[in-house]
């Protein structure tokens, strides 16, 4: 199979992160009680929504690759993951700026999103090991995708335990993150979350066809100066010519 | 049903004869109270940091357990023997899960009171406190088993299943502390956020344990 | 309007915004640096292939039907025949 690379998508992409941060910038009020440094919200919130939704697409992708066989829905899951984990770096960032603005400190233990964030990212990021640990490609796309699910499973869970270990401790810092906003914000906001949903996929995209590309010149290598050359393409998660299963 | 009795007793009287697990994890976990005597240079604890140090000790003994407990199915074939027999996979896992629980609440038994003694902690907690420890218990077998299952056939195995195994424990342990602190505290267990942290326990367990009952047979596949 | 007070809280979210456009700059660096590795890759497979081409055509003569032939064809073959033996001097 081949990813193409996406045409419209990255205007899009672009065109709505460019409203979105007009928005945030001339539009939406400044928040009562954090001033001016609430609209790093804008940035942060948006893209941590988005990697954990893309951390459940890929369990979801991974269920589908189990179910099929189709090592697509593998590369898939491996990208989706990939990509989540590159947002989370910049929430992981973000975050660790906005906590540094409001409290002087570079992490606060006090924010459980932000607390809870770093565990699933420390998670995610053990995801790289497991697959290079594994030789055998069926086998690393099966084990990866068991990761991907147990993973999948275990967000939630996590987000519920922090939450809990904190605000009997301590009240929530960033309330405003939850309610409390104006309806203009909420605009802003929205637009944002489209705006990083688009790059999130957008990302996906080009990640896939760069996946399938070099597979391709894999093959071609292969096809050309016989099969004494090693396999082209990638070790982890490569991309076939052909799914077995479903396309 | 006799599949999982079969592995599950062959298991159990393989460590009864040689022994090779939970005397290493309860001599581990021993020498950590000691490391923690020094590391935090305190000689009675309570409340937080008693919790803490138990559990801490706990999970990380479950780690020299977790590494071992598919080494003898990897290296005698017993893998083979579970894909050719007409046998689901998941009797492997149930009884893998059990196995583990099992050394773990052996392991509690002698590392708990050499706790109590060494950090002088109040007694009046430690029962309650076992209720907490065999949720954490199932849990940790749970996701222990799973994830040895994913390292065994991996490369760095006794690299892979630490690494993957933490993260994943870390709602184990927050939930565990939490129901735990209050337990060990200096004026006596307070049992205010009890129900609410043995929920987040059993919720836990249960998600992983249908989570393996769902892709354990993947995971035997060839 | 734009509220921009530029004292301590504005650096911080200016800096926020800089990181995420930083990140985003680096993957496209990232991208631009695999499409030179394929575009590379993509020119060494092309050249093996017509170097594979070229020795099949050892014998246009014998090789072809004959009445297809149209002049651009034969034009083509001999410039084909030019580049060979110009290359089969040059790779050793």
Redesign the interface.
């Known amino acids: 199979m081949s990813f193409k690379a996406p045409r419209i998508l990255p205007a899009l992409t672009v065109v709505t992160l460019a409203a979105g941060?007009i928005l945030v910038?001339?539009f939406a009020p400044?928040d009562a009680d954090q001033?001016?440094?609430q609209?790093?919200f804008y940035?942060?919130v948006p893209?941590a929504v988005c990697a954990l939704v893309g951390f459940m697409v890929a369990a979801v992708q991974a269920v589908l690759h189990?179910r099929s066989g189709d090592p697509g829905w593998d590369a898939r899951s491996y990208v989706s993951i990939h990509i989540s984990v590159?947002l989370g770096?910049?929430v992981l960032?973000?975050g660790s700026?906005?906590a540094?603005?409001s409290w002087g400190k570079w992490f606060v233990w006090d924010e459980p999103t932000l607390v809870s964030f770093l565990?699933?990212f420390?998670?995610y990021c053990?995801y790289y090991?497991?697959r290079y640990?594994?030789?055998d490609r069926e086998?690393q796309a099966?084990?990866a995708?068991?990761?991907a699910?147990?993973?999948g499973?275990?967000v939630p869970?996590?987000f519920?335990?922090?939450r809990?270990?904190e605000t009997?401790v301590h009240p929530r810092v960033f309330a405003t993150a939850e309610g409390g906003l104006t309806p203009k914000m909420t605009l802003t906001f929205l637009v944002c979350l489209v705006g990083m949903a688009l790059l999130w996929q957008t990302?996906v995209r080009?990640e896939l066809a760069?996946k399938s590309?070099?597979a391709r010149?894999g093959r071609?290598?292969r096809a050309?100066?016989g099969d004494e050359v090693a396999a082209g393409g990638s070790r982890i998660a490569p991309v076939p010519r052909e799914a077995p299963g479903a396309g | 049903m006799s599949a999982f009795r079969a592995i599950l007793a062959k298991d159990l009287r393989t460590e009864l004869r040689t022994l090779e697990s939970v005397p290493a994890m309860a001599l581990f976990a021993a020498t950590t109270f000691v490391l923690f005597r020094f590391g935090l240079d305190r000689t009675a604890l309570e409340g937080s940091l008693a919790a803490g140090v138990l559990l801490a000790t706990v999970l990380f003994a479950a780690i020299l357990a977790i590494n071992r407990v598919f080494v003898a199915e990897r290296e005698q074939g017993g893998f083979d023997v579970i894909r050719l027999a007409p046998v689901d996979g998941t009797s492997l896992f149930a009884a893998k899960v059990c196995v583990l629980a099992i050394y773990l609440l052996a392991l509690e038994l002698i590392a708990v009171p050499v706790f109590a003694i060494l950090f002088a902690v109040g007694a009046a907690g430690l029962a309650p406190l076992a209720a907490v420890l065999v949720l954490a218990d199932f849990g940790l077998a749970t996701v222990g088993a799973l994830v040895s299952s994913i390292a065994v056939n991996s490369r760095a195995r006794d690299l892979i299943a630490p690494l993957l195994l933490l993260p994943l424990l870390v709602p184990v342990m927050i939930a565990a502390a939490g129901a735990a602190e209050p337990l060990l505290a200096a004026g006596g267990p307070a049992y205010g956020e009890f129900g609410q942290w043995m929920a987040i326990l059993a919720l836990y367990d249960l998600v992983f344990v249908a989570v393996g009952y769902a892709v354990y047979d993947f995971l035997l596949e060839d | 309007m734009p509220a921009l007070p530029l004292d301590e809280a504005g650096k911080y979210v200016a800096g926020a915004y800089v990181a995420f456009v930083a990140l985003l700059l680096i993957y496209v660096a990232i991208m631009a640096a695999r499409l030179e590795r394929i575009n590379r890759e993509l020119g060494e497979l092309a050249e093996i292939a017509e170097q594979g081409d070229d020795r099949p055509a050892a014998n246009p003569a014998g090789a072809d039907a004959g009445a297809q032939e149209d002049a651009r064809g034969e034009a083509e073959r001999q410039v084909f025949e030019r580049e060979r033996s110009s290359r089969q001097e040059v790779v050793p």
């Open positions: 941060f910038f001339y400044n001033g001016f440094i609209k790093i940035l942060h893209l189990l590159i770096v910049a960032i973000t700026i906005w540094r603005a565990i699933v420390l998670l053990t090991p497991l640990a594994i030789e086998r099966r084990y995708s068991v990761f699910i147990t993973a499973a275990f869970l996590n519920i335990a922090v809990l270990a009997l990302l080009f760069a590309t070099r010149l071609l290598r050309l100066e």
